[in-house]
């Protein structure tokens, strides 16, 4: 049983009959939501190492939150049963300590958590509330926190107001798409070329790495015109494989990183370049003619990336994010971990670029 099923059966089975003898009146909502690779469907016996059992995060008003959290993870504590459906429920080896903070409680003997939507908002978003999002906002956000907020499941919702929010934050608005987009082309027009100028020179293993950065933008590239956010990078190639572009992808990438030569390196990426632009034009967001041919009078293949650019930008209608320089959101300005896994520390990051 995976991790989803088995703590959605945790709550049904054990907690939420508990809260309605407990707290009968308490308002709530619950799910599963926030880490864990049970929330993209990808544990497995090696996760259940850590990280891993029956658990709930039970969301609460910061009125109840105040007054019954700490009540109900110590009375929990005295009923909950060890193991349910074989696993143990307590925070077994787990290196995200039990939730403990203003808004946020659990307990290391189990796997019950409470918190308020504020705070979790807070912690994934470095803000307390959706309802002055602006455009320009999005533009800090991880994917990965993104996906972490709106992955997972939510097994009940009282007042609707997790899933509104997830809801909100499902997928980019169609003008920090398209900037995106944009912005995704111009870091593939910045290196396309690089690939065979350092093979040229015999500067092999520089060929491969410059390679290998290309097959990255090209998979982040497919996430964005499937519309999905990328997870973290353990699970960046799963995710990408589940991808309906990435039948289509996947050939040309494997072989401009088995590839020998610079040449073929460069050719495989260009026709992995193809790919993006012809799906670009069948969701006619902006489409534009691919052109595949050498780089000026060099002989290295590449695309007509700038008019890629210059097709996704012209499409945007919001001034605010038409007139950006062509950087890019938090993700595709740094892939940092301590950056992107602190909300807070991103916004500062991304609010220092020129807006």
Known sequence: MQGIELS???????????????????????????????????????????????????????????????????????????????????????????????????????????????ARLEAHLGLRSLDQLSALDWLDFAEQKLLAFTAGTVFHDDDN??????????????????????????????????VGRAGQVGDDLGSRVIAARLVRDVMRMGFLLERRYAPYAK???????????????????????????????????????????????????????????PYHERPFITINADDAIEAARGAIKDPAIRQLPVIGSLDQVTDLTPVLEDARLSRRLMQQLPR
């Open 235 to 293: 699970w960046f190639g799963s995710g990408f494989a589940r991808l309906p572009v990435a039948e289509a992808l996947s050939p040309h990438l494997e072989r401009a990183l088995r590839s020998e030569h610079w040449t073929a390196r460069g050719e495989a990426l260009a026709a992995a370049y193809l790919v993006l632009a012809q799906q670009q034009n069948r969701l006619g967001i902006a489409p534009f003619t691919p052109v595949l041919g």
């Open 161 to 194: 107001r997790l899933s509104q929010a997830r809801a909100q934050l499902a997928y980019f608005p169609d003008d920090v798409w398209r900037y995106k987009i944009a912005c995704q082309w111009r870091r593939i027009a910045e290196e396309q070329a690089f």
């Open 8 to 118: 959605r059966r945790f709550y049904g089975d054990i907690v939420r009959p508990w809260l309605a003898e407990v707290a009968p009146d308490l308002q709530h909502s619950a799910a599963l939501i926030g880490y864990g690779s049970e929330l993209l469907g990808f544990d497995d016996e090696t996760s259940r190492d850590h990280n891993w059992g029956p658990r709930v995060h039970i969301i609460l008003s910061r009125a109840d939150f105040d007054a019954q959290a700490q009540r109900l993870v110590a009375a929990f504590a005295k009923v909950a049963p060890t193991r349910f459906l074989g696993e143990p429920i307590g925070w077994r080896s787990r290196p995200h300590p039990a939730a403990s903070g203003p808004e946020a409680m659990g307990a290391v003997e189990h796997g019950l958590e409470f918190h308020t939507l504020e």
